[in-house]
């Protein structure tokens, strides 16, 4: 009868709440006492959102989170440039120290990516719950609801037929029971499971030598070392090992996060409540360890230390390391640097006292001084091996393709041997092709202690990039040959020789053991095939009975000196030239083209000229103009290339002349920047042709007429019988014409319009077919320009360069790219 009065009277007031937007925490309470069956029976009917009533509530009763820490995002440039500072300072540190850096700093290398509080961590059961917390209440039974509790500012929370219930400053545990409880009393076949929704932000402060000192909002559940990972971590000047928590200005406790680093021990990370202080104080006195073991750094020491202790904050020795000779380096009373040792074997070396300041440095123990044999280069299996007497070389190199690289030399290896009551150094030749397949034979030497087998990289296998590449003979023997050199006294001089010439790897060696030629070129690889066999050099330093030097040149039989039987033992020095046949597979070509017989490339001999090779090739067809042959050059090809760059350097410094002058000359000066322009676009367009004047006819006709000697790469083109005159440059109609009998220099210019406004009609010049230039004007044999032309033919009329500002450049690069146009011109008309 009640529930049905409550229905009634809230039904009542629905619309009024509707309508006003308010509802009275009374009305609310009356609401909240309802099954949730009806609330949302009631809601439904009169249009009102459940969650606005039920939620406005629980917002007013959480405290609100206050961002007290702006996200990373928004961190001024002042304050990059401050962290960059920091980090300078830092860099400089470690290196007055020595490349030693302090250690643990790296454990917050990484800044905050938000400074929102931390809520995914596991909530423990004596959490201690208070204001912002909500408890999550599931029901299931007779009832079935999902209750979000907020605990309000007092500390209680509103628990629906029930009313409060104070949950602030108990346990999580002790909650969850006693929420428990209540849901067993007041609801019969009702049970609950107590959960820990959101939680409380708290705020607290990270202070003293953190990178970003300040107030932080935190989750409840955050520890000291949650505060300093958001506060960006400690500076290098702050202590790891005295990190303090305090409380209402009371020390709660102290954080070394040695404890944390080196042991995984966790239980000093206490766990922080609302207004605690983390307080972090400069760094306590350092010592620095480095040398063989595992965390080379610099330590902070935390009252007395031993040299043990801080070995195992090191992480302790290595396998290398040498215990009995630790080296310690330290500040006396007077304020100087001396060295102390420590032998960390015994009791009393590990107990030695570390000060702050100290410096120590574990050695490593020697390399392997005996009962070895050493490979190295382009083996498969590089490194040191065990050494036992009566060993050869295939005892530890049995297969050519499964010891050796593929870029190996299989024919060649050099053994460094070393002498043990002298120290010195000798080298042996090894066949190591014959060593690996007779074992046992003359070429499977025997090794002794201490023995260097140097496997070479053959220059025609390796290619690019690959993998063995960089084992030559050079690269191998040059601290063997630095060795050699080093270790040369009077009475005893370096044994090294030299040798060039057409062998496969020239170059300086060490002397062969039996001082032979045939051994010393067959450590260079080998002679080429354009070697002479008649004839070497070996130059040899010698001392006269006066004591002064000289040199010998002595002449060899190469072919004897091969098939050992010169009578010659090299010495100290020597240099041994191989010569080279004399023109050996040179092959020196000339090409015919165009109207000769049988066109082609030939080879020519030594002193063989241009017409007995044109006799070779059968002579010039009937059709044949030889006066327009072209004959061209490589020599004169790089030469004209040559004028072509110095023409275009000198047109592009013309060019910006022009352009600086400025419009003084009536608005002509854009004119004049366009047509310098045009010629630099045409010089550098222009290939070099190479062409040399000749005259083929009386080359070919004339015994009398200066032959031509043919160089490498010369190149006759013959075109056929023209029919035209050519009228280039400053014409109105650049063109070719028909020739006709009779015709002058005029003539054709007037037939290709007549010249241009920017011509130079007192500079016109012709260009024969055979490639020279005649003035019509100056010649001795025409009167003026009533020349008569003959066909191949070419006019041209020049540009004004005195109407340019004196530009007389011009008319030479002009004459260089006509020659040039014709020159092409007659090789692609045939």
Same mark, same amino acid.
């Given at each position: 009868?009640?529930?049905?009065?409550?229905?009634?009277?809230?039904?009542?007031?629905?619309?009024?709440?509707?309508?006003?937007?308010?509802?009275?925490?009374?009305?609310?309470?009356?609401?909240?006492?309802?099954?949730?069956?009806?609330?949302?029976?009631?809601?439904?009917?009169?249009?009102?959102?459940?969650?606005?009533?039920?939620?406005?509530?629980?917002?007013?009763?959480?405290?609100?989170?206050?961002?007290?820490?702006?996200?990373?995002?928004?961190?001024?440039?002042?304050?990059?440039?401050?962290?960059?500072?920091?980090?300078?300072?830092?860099?400089?540190?470690?290196?007055?120290?020595?490349?030693?850096?302090?250690?643990?700093?790296?454990?917050?290398?990484?800044?905050?990516?938000?400074?929102?509080?931390?809520?995914?961590?596991?909530?423990?059961?004596?959490?201690?719950?208070?204001?912002?917390?909500?408890?999550?209440?599931?029901?299931?039974?007779?009832?079935?609801?999902?209750?979000?509790?907020?605990?309000?500012?007092?500390?209680?929370?509103?628990?629906?037929?029930?009313?409060?219930?104070?949950?602030?400053?108990?346990?999580?545990?002790?909650?969850?029971?006693?929420?428990?409880?209540?849901?067993?009393?007041?609801?019969?076949?009702?049970?609950?499971?107590?959960?820990?929704?959101?939680?409380?932000?708290?705020?607290?402060?990270?202070?003293?030598?953190?990178?970003?000192?300040?107030?932080?909002?935190?989750?409840?559940?955050?520890?000291?070392?949650?505060?300093?990972?958001?506060?960006?971590?400690?500076?290098?000047?702050?202590?790891?090992?005295?990190?303090?928590?305090?409380?209402?200005?009371?020390?709660?406790?102290?954080?070394?996060?040695?404890?944390?680093?080196?042991?995984?021990?966790?239980?000093?990370?206490?766990?922080?409540?609302?207004?605690?202080?983390?307080?972090?104080?400069?760094? !306590? %006195?350092? /010592?620095?360890?480095? $040398?063989?073991?595992?965390?080379?750094? @610099?330590?902070? #020491?935390?009252? *007395?230390?031993?040299?043990?202790?801080?070995?195992?904050?090191?992480?302790?020795?290595?396998?290398?390391?040498?215990?009995?000779?630790?080296?310690?380096?330290?500040?006396?009373?007077?304020?100087?640097?001396?060295?102390?040792?420590?032998?960390?074997?015994?009791?009393?070396?590990?107990?030695?006292?570390?000060?702050?300041?100290?410096?120590?440095?574990?050695?490593?123990?020697?390399?392997?001084?005996?009962?070895?044999?050493?490979?190295?280069?382009?083996?498969?299996?590089? !490194? %040191?091996? /065990?050494?036992?007497? $009566?060993?050869?070389?295939?005892?530890? @190199?049995?297969? #050519?393709?499964? *010891?050796?690289?593929?870029?190996?030399?299989?024919?060649?290896?050099?053994?460094?041997?070393?002498?043990?009551?002298?120290?010195?150094?000798?080298?042996?030749?090894?066949?190591?092709?014959?060593?690996?397949?007779?074992?046992?034979?003359?070429?499977?030497?025997?090794?002794?202690?201490?023995?260097?087998?140097?496997?070479?990289?053959?220059?025609?296998?390796?290619?690019?990039?690959?993998?063995?590449?960089?084992?030559?003979?050079?690269?191998?023997?040059?601290?063997?040959?630095?060795?050699?050199?080093?270790?040369?006294?009077?009475?005893?001089?370096?044994?090294?020789?030299?040798?060039?010439?057409?062998?496969?790897?020239?170059?300086?060696?060490?002397?062969?053991?039996?001082?032979?030629?045939?051994?010393?070129?067959?450590?260079?690889?080998?002679?080429?095939?354009?070697?002479?066999?008649?004839?070497?050099?070996?130059?040899?330093?010698?001392?006269?009975?006066?004591?002064?030097?000289?040199?010998?040149?002595?002449?060899?039989?190469?072919?004897?000196?091969?098939?050992?039987?010169?009578?010659?033992?090299?010495?100290?020095?020597?240099?041994?030239?191989?010569?080279?046949?004399?023109?050996?597979?040179?092959?020196?070509?000339?090409?015919?083209?165009?109207?000769?017989?049988?066109?082609?490339?030939?080879?020519?001999?030594?002193?063989?000229?241009?017409?007995?090779?044109?006799?070779?090739?059968?002579?010039?067809?009937?059709?044949?103009?030889?006066?327009?042959?072209?004959?061209?050059?490589?020599?004169?090809?790089?030469?004209?290339?040559?004028?072509?760059?110095?023409?275009?350097?000198?047109?592009?410094?013309?060019?910006?002349?022009?352009?600086?002058?400025?419009?003084?000359?009536?608005?002509?000066?854009?004119?004049?920047?366009?047509?310098?322009?045009?010629?630099?676009?045409?010089?550098?367009?222009?290939?070099?042709?190479?062409?040399?004047?000749?005259?083929?006819?009386?080359?070919?006709?004339?015994?009398?007429?200066?032959?031509?000697?043919?160089?490498?790469?010369?190149?006759?083109?013959?075109?056929?019988?023209?029919?035209?005159?050519?009228?280039?440059?400053?014409?109105?109609?650049?063109?070719?014409?028909?020739?006709?009998?009779?015709?002058?220099?005029?003539?054709?210019?007037?037939?290709?319009?007549?010249?241009?406004?920017?011509?130079?009609?007192?500079?016109?010049?012709?260009?024969?077919?055979?490639?020279?230039?005649?003035?019509?004007?100056?010649?001795?044999?025409?009167?003026?320009?009533?020349?008569?032309?003959?066909?191949?033919?070419?006019?041209?009329?020049?540009?004004?360069?005195?109407?340019?500002?004196?530009?007389?450049?011009?008319?030479?690069?002009?004459?260089?790219?006509?020659?040039?146009?014709?020159?092409?011109?007659?090789?692609?008309?045939?």
């Amino acid at each position: 009868m009640n529930a049905q009065k409550l229905l009634i009277s809230l039904a009542l007031l629905f619309p009024l709440a509707t309508q006003a937007q308010s509802i009275s925490p009374a009305q609310l309470e009356q609401f909240k006492q309802l099954p949730r069956a009806q609330q949302e029976a009631l809601a439904s009917q009169y249009g009102v959102d459940l969650n606005n009533i039920t939620g406005s509530q629980r917002a007013s009763q959480r405290p609100e989170q206050v961002n007290v820490v702006e996200p990373v995002a928004t961190i001024t440039d002042e304050e990059r440039d401050r962290a960059r500072e920091q980090k300078e300072q830092e860099d400089k540190q470690t290196a007055k120290n020595g490349g030693l850096k302090p250690y643990g700093y790296d454990l917050f290398a990484g800044s905050p990516t938000t400074f929102a509080p931390v809520t995914e961590i596991p909530v423990p059961s004596d959490y201690t719950m208070g204001p912002g917390d909500v408890l999550r209440v599931q029901m299931w039974g007779n009832q079935n609801q999902n209750l979000e509790l907020p605990v309000s500012r007092d500390g209680t929370i509103s628990f629906p037929d029930s009313g409060p219930v104070t949950v602030a400053g108990l346990s999580f545990d002790e909650a969850r029971q006693q929420i428990r409880k209540r849901v067993s009393e007041q609801y019969i076949g009702v049970d609950a499971a107590v959960t820990l929704g959101e939680l409380r932000s708290m705020r607290v402060f990270v202070l003293g030598e953190a990178r970003n000192p300040g107030s932080y909002s935190v989750s409840s559940l955050s520890t000291i070392t949650n505060a300093l990972y958001v506060s960006g971590g400690i500076k290098q000047n702050g202590s790891l090992r005295n990190v303090q928590h305090k409380r209402n200005g009371q020390l709660v406790g102290t954080l070394d996060l040695y404890d944390l680093l080196q042991k995984g021990d966790s239980s000093a990370d206490n766990r922080l409540q609302p207004g605690d202080v983390i307080f972090i104080p400069p760094v !306590g %006195k350092r /010592a620095g360890i480095e $040398g063989e073991v595992y965390r080379p750094a @610099l330590y902070e #020491l935390k009252g *007395d230390n031993t040299l043990a202790e801080l070995v195992r904050m090191a992480g302790g020795l290595t396998t290398q390391a040498y215990p009995q000779r630790i080296n310690i380096e330290r500040t006396n009373e007077d304020f100087l640097r001396i060295i102390a040792e420590a032998d960390y074997t015994g009791r009393q070396g590990q107990n030695a006292r570390v000060q702050a300041g100290d410096r120590i440095r574990i050695p490593s123990i020697s390399d392997i001084t005996g009962q070895y044999v050493e490979i190295k280069g382009a083996a498969t299996r590089a !490194g %040191k091996f /065990a050494w036992m007497p $009566g060993m050869r070389v295939s005892s530890i @190199l049995q297969s #050519l393709d499964a *010891d050796l690289m593929p870029t190996a030399d299989k024919r060649y290896a050099a053994i460094v041997r070393t002498d043990q009551q002298t120290d010195t150094i000798a080298v042996l030749n090894l066949r190591i092709r014959d060593a690996i397949q007779n074992a046992g034979s003359e070429h499977d030497l025997l090794l002794e202690e201490k023995d260097r087998i140097l496997i070479f990289s053959d220059a025609g296998k390796v290619q690019s990039g690959e993998q063995g590449g960089n084992y030559t003979r050079e690269n191998l023997f040059a601290p063997v040959l630095q060795r050699l050199k080093a270790q040369a006294q009077p009475g005893s001089p370096q044994q090294t020789i030299r040798i060039s010439g057409p062998v496969r790897y020239p170059g300086e060696y060490p002397m062969p053991a039996t001082r032979s030629l045939a051994d010393a070129v067959f450590v260079a690889g080998g002679l080429k095939d354009s070697a002479s066999l008649y004839q070497a050099e070996v130059a040899r330093y010698t001392t006269d009975d006066s004591g002064i030097g000289q040199t010998n040149i002595l002449n060899i039989n190469l072919a004897d000196a091969m098939a050992g039987n010169a009578d010659l033992n090299l010495q100290s020095r020597d240099t041994i030239l191989i010569k080279s046949i004399p023109d050996f597979a040179t092959t020196r070509t000339v090409t015919l083209a165009g109207e000769v017989r049988y066109p082609g490339e030939y080879t020519f001999r030594d002193g063989e000229t241009l017409k007995d090779v044109v006799q070779r090739a059968g002579g010039l067809t009937n059709n044949a103009f030889p006066t327009g042959s072209v004959f061209t050059r490589a020599k004169l090809r790089e030469l004209e290339a040559q004028r072509l760059r110095e023409a275009e350097e000198r047109l592009q410094g013309d060019l910006l002349g022009v352009q600086l002058e400025g419009d003084g000359f009536g608005g002509q000066n854009a004119e004049r920047v366009q047509q310098v322009q045009g010629l630099l676009e045409e010089v550098q367009s222009s290939r070099p042709l190479g062409r040399m004047v000749i005259d083929l006819a009386a080359i070919l006709d004339n015994e009398n007429y200066q032959a031509i000697r043919l160089q490498d790469g010369d190149r006759l083109t013959v075109p056929i019988i023209p029919q035209a005159v050519s009228v280039f440059g400053e014409v109105q109609f650049p063109t070719s014409h028909l020739h006709q009998a009779g015709l002058t220099v005029d003539d054709y210019l007037e037939r290709s319009g007549g010249p241009t406004r920017q011509a130079d009609e007192s500079r016109v010049y012709v260009v024969k077919a055979d490639g020279s230039v005649t003035l019509p004007q100056r010649s001795r044999w025409f009167g003026g320009r009533s020349q008569q032309l003959e066909p191949g033919d070419t006019i041209i009329m020049p540009i004004d360069v005195d109407r340019l500002n004196q530009l007389e450049l011009w008319t030479n690069v002009s004459q260089i790219i006509y020659q040039m146009a014709l020159g092409a011109a007659a090789v692609n008309s045939l």
